[in-house]
């Protein structure tokens, strides 16, 4: 990797600097992660084994590989190359188990148990129920391949399985009242370490959606990542994508969704902090500590222009008749983005 682009890394750590891992430490994890994926690739286990990067967490042969649905193609302007299996799993943002910042999160969750799992719907619904595995797994699953970016701007295209999440929505039968869907991550400080190491955040980590957004087609309820179950470090056994936000609108490991009246409170709003609720992936409104003008291949480096909507604009564009067309004024620090 050239010297210019490692010179370009902007300073990632999005929570307080008080929580933040020493510096040198930050940069050694985003160099394995981004700058020199191939080597430290080459250091991991390439398939299944104890504490391997690759480790499947449960076996469902009779569901894996759903089949591709072709008609959610990658945005237009994009390079097509699917990010390698290897790459996307060894480079996570998941605070629970590894808190102030992305790195090799799958060092770090061999202890993680996900099977048996259960998700609760509860709140404003008519159907309140707990699902487990096998009734996530009955219904019916297809595999999309989305385009994936990280407010730390690195970037990813990945084949996700599962099915819409509007499905299970109308499953539990909303109330007229509801008006945001909220999504619960586990809590279980003995298994993932990033709990018990920084007791100063707001956990469970907590991730919501207007009803507006959470029903549209897009935002898949996720079971399985390249064509196998989903691994424990992209968020096993159950997460939510919505690919058009920044990644931390994608909760992983929920075992909750619950629906609101009024706005609930976000994980990164309940403390003084730049993100909003909305959280769109938009060029035109910089994050205070860098611009999101550009995004990053996760792996390459290479870097390329940041579509708005993260590409998907024909999708949602309708839900946000007000988001910035145009540059907005850089955001000092501590001033909250959309």
Partial sequence: MSKEFKADIPSFEPTPAEVFFERRKFLTAMAMGIIAAPAFLRSANSSKGKGGMLVEPLSRPDIFPAKRKIEYRLPAGLKTDITPRKVAASYNNFYEFLPGHGGPVWKYVEGFEVDPWKVELTGECN?????????????????????????????????????????????????????????????????????????????????????????????????????????????????????????????????????????????????????????????????????????????????????IFNGYEKYVAHLYPDEPRIPQKPLRPGQIAR
């Avoid at 970016?149 to 109308?170: D, T």
């Avoid at 707001?202 to 959606?209: A, D, G, K, N, V």
């Avoid at 079971?223 to 096993?236: C, D, M, N, R, S």
Wanted: glycine residues 4%.
């Fill in 127 to 307: 159907n309140p129920m707990t699902l487990d595995l096998d009734d996530l797994f009955k219904f019916e699953h297809e595999e999309r391949l989305y385009h994936f970016r990280c407010v730390e701007r690195w970037a990813m295209n990945v084949p996700w399985s599962g099915f819409p999440l509007c499905k299970l929505i109308k499953k539990a039968e909303p109330k007229s009242s509801a008006k945001f869907v909220s999504f619960l991550s586990a809590n279980r400080p003995k298994q993932m370490r990033g709990l018990r190491n920084s007791p100063s955040y707001p956990w469970p980590y907590r991730e919501s959606l207007s009803m507006d957004e959470a029903m549209n087609e897009l935002v898949m309820v996720v079971t399985g990542v390249y064509g196998k179950p989903l691994l424990k470090q992209h968020g096993a056994p159950v997460r939510i994508i919505v690919p058009w936000k920044y990644g931390y609108k994608s909760p992983k490991s929920v075992v909750r969704i619950e629906f609101f009246s009024q706005q609930p409170k976000n994980f990164w709003q309940i403390q003084p902090h730049e993100y909003g609720f909305l959280s769109n992936v938009n060029p035109n409104i910089p994050h205070p500590r860098w611009s999101q003008k550009q995004s990053v291949w996760l792996g390459s480096g290479e870097w390329f222009p940041t579509p």
